[in-house]
Nanobody
Framework: QLQVVESGGGLVQPGGSRRLSCVASGITPGATLDYYGIGWFRQAPGKEREGVACFGKAGGGTYYADSVKGRFTISRDNTINTEYLEMNSLKPEDTAVYYC??????????????????WGQGTQVTVSS
């Protein structure tokens, strides 16, 4: 069964950096993470969950929320079925629980949460001095 587990959250000072990791398991034998839709979402207290970053269709590039463009970078290592979210120049408004999500297909609408079937438990990122 497909599963994803996030890690890397914590307390960060404003202007600091943090890298989140998401390890996927249950990948179809012979396949790689490239076959799957992968995205990062976040939810702050009292707010709806929002898409932060994701990979679109093969060759379709990556997508980012306007609020994180130029500061966050999504990447993955298919050899270890791991996706990363590198967060730089963090702001207090980036404080949220961050979730990794996995879908059985890839789409350029990958910032939409209903695309995903599999979700991690979330990891808290707090940006505060």
């Amino acid at each position: 069964q497909l599963q994803v587990v996030e890690s890397g959250g914590g307390l960060v000072q404003p202007g600091g950096s943090r890298r989140l990791s998401c390890v996927a398991s249950g990948i179809t034998p012979g396949a790689t993470l490239d076959y799957y839709g992968i995205g990062w979402f976040r939810q702050a207290p009292g707010k709806e969950r929002e898409g932060v970053a994701c990979f679109g269709k093969a060759g379709g590039g990556t997508y980012y929320a306007d609020s994180v463009k130029g500061r966050f970078t999504i990447s993955r290592d298919n050899t270890i079925n791991t996706e990363y979210l590198e967060m730089n120049s963090l702001k207090p408004e980036d404080t949220a629980v961050y979730y990794c999500a996995l879908a059985r297909y890839r789409s350029n609408w990958c910032l939409v949460s209903r695309m995903y079937e599999y979700w991690g438990q979330g990891t808290q990122v707090t940006v505060s001095s």
